[in-house]
Nanobody, 120 residues
Framework: QLQLAESGGGLVQPGGSMRLSCAASGFTLNYYAIGWFRQAPGKEREGVSCISSGGSTVYADSVKGRFTISRDNAKNTVYLQMNSLKPEDTGLYYC??????????????WGQGTQVTVSS
């Protein structure tokens, strides 16, 4: 059974850092593009970053220069390093496996999400 599991969320102060992990089970993650999405209360789910099977990366303008996506194929895991966090980064963060880009329809498999709260 194909599963994705996010971890690493929590509460952090503005300006702080956090690393999210997306671990895959039941399939080899490196055959897929992996995307990170987030959803704030009352808002649409938006694409944050993605990484292709070849390692190419894409970032939303709102996180460029602050977030870094990477993958460790040996651990079947993708990471999202988030620095200089802002309150507007608060949301439920999901990882997904699919064909790539920051569009939700490109992804077939989704995790359950991990909550990130940026607040003082």
């Amino acid at each position: 059974q194909l599963q994705l599991a996010e971890s690493g969320g929590g509460l952090v102060q503005p300006g702080g850092s956090m690393r999210l992990s997306c671990a895959a089970s039941g399939f080899t993650l490196n055959y897929y593009a992996i995307g990170w999405f987030r959803q704030a209360p009352g808002k649409e789910r938006e694409g944050v970053s993605c990484i292709s099977s070849g390692g190419s990366t894409v970032y939303a303008d709102s996180v460029k220069g602050r977030f870094t996506i990477s993958r460790d194929n040996a651990k079947n895991t993708v990471y999202l390093q988030m620095n200089s966090l802002k309150p507007e980064d608060t949301g439920l963060y999901y990882c997904a496996a699919g064909r790539g880009s920051l569009q939700r329809y490109e992804y077939d498999y989704w995790g359950q999400g991990t909550q990130v709260t940026v607040s003082s």
